[in-house]
């Protein structure tokens, strides 16, 4: 099975296709013991309250870099959660941004899939398929999604430089090569909060011949600090118009889940996380072409 196989069973699974990053700040996680078990009861709370409301989501992706900012130990509460959100049935991609020449893109690969057990993981492709072609020789199945068009401000700087005889902006450029690469088992990562873009990219690698699954960053929720401002009502105006396969993609939600605490006052961090997916879920619902509904939630 391809990695976009495995993600489009596991969103049709689950009944939702969110992707919840697992982003872990400090200051917002609450608790007087050290920084590694604050973390820890952090997403093992979330966990347990995702699954006594039965509503997982379809994945979710831990930014490697906020773990290894903490301690070495700290990398270990990963590897721990990594292995409990899997063994609870959710896909795991490690954000991690990785990119090298062939020999590092190897060793990379070897600790995103075979150190901490994640299904698939975020890679810049700057240094062209030196970096990626190790993950694919590595992955068996698991998947890469390539940075394309990223949802940070500054993502027009270099992304939007338009190349070559054809006056085509540079992040085309990179899909043109994601797609001349591509062999079921890499992604890419487009931005929320670049619709057109997003748009054109599903229709151009549809009209390829191979749909490439997307990991949609920048989905913003109301009332919790941190979020960004992409519309999911936006995303799937994309998905619809470029007549995509809605089961491949991943809405990712990382501040607006964590820190949903901010907007809920009266529920605990875990609860208010739950209730922050649920509405998220409900709100793909009612956007979605052929969307898998929320699971309904008991009273």
């Known amino acids: 099975m391809t990695y976009a196989e495995k993600v489009s069973a596991r969103v049709r699974e689950a009944g939702n296709p969110v992707c919840v990053g697992l982003d872990p700040v400090l200051k917002k996680i609450p608790g007087n013991a050290s920084a590694e078990e604050r973390i820890k009861r952090f997403y093992s709370d979330m966990l347990d309250a995702m699954l006594a409301r039965d509503l997982l989501p379809a994945a979710v992706k831990p930014n490697m870099a906020y773990y290894e900012g903490v301690s070495l130990g700290c990398l270990q509460v990963l590897q721990n959660l990594i292995q409990a959100?899997?063994?609870a049935g959710m896909l795991v991609v490690l954000d991690?941004?990785?990119?090298?020449?062939?020999?590092?893109?190897?060793?990379?690969?070897?600790s995103a899939f075979k150190?901490?057990?994640?299904?698939?993981?975020?890679?810049?492709?700057?240094?062209?398929?030196?970096?990626?072609?190790?993950?694919?020789?590595?992955?068996?199945?698991?998947?890469?999604?390539?940075?394309v068009r990223t949802s940070n401000p500054s993502a027009k700087d270099f992304q939007d430089l338009v190349v070559g005889q054809e006056g085509i902006p540079l992040y085309r450029k990179v899909?043109?090569?994601?797609?001349?690469?591509?062999?079921?088992?890499?992604?890419?990562?487009?931005?929320?909060?670049a619709p057109k873009e997003l748009r054109d990219l599903l229709a151009y690698w549809k009209g390829r011949g191979r749909e490439v699954p997307v990991l949609i960053p920048g989905i913003a929720i109301s009332g919790v600090s941190g979020g960004q401002t992409g519309s999911v009502a936006e995303v799937y105006q994309a998905i619809r118009d470029a007549e995509s396969d809605a089961s491949l993609h991943l809405i990712n939600s990382s501040s607006g889940i964590n820190y949903a605490y901010e907007k809920y006052s009266g529920l605990s961090p875990a609860e208010a996380s739950v209730t922050a997916l649920e509405e998220l879920c409900e709100e793909i619902a009612r956007f979605a072409p052929s969307a898998p509904s929320a699971p309904e939630l008991e009273a």
């Not at 299904?119 to 072609?133: E, L, Q, S």
């Open 115 to 147: 150190v901490f057990g994640a299904d698939a993981v975020t890679a810049a492709p700057y240094m062209g398929i030196d970096t990626i072609k190790p993950f694919q020789d590595v992955s068996q199945g698991h998947g890469i999604y390539v940075l």
């Open 175 to 193: 899909a043109e090569k994601l797609a001349d690469w591509n062999d079921g088992n890499l992604g890419a990562v487009v931005g929320a909060t």
């Open 85 to 87: 959100y899997r063994d």
């Open 96 to 110: 991690a941004k990785r990119g090298d020449i062939s020999s590092t893109s190897g060793a990379y690969a070897q």
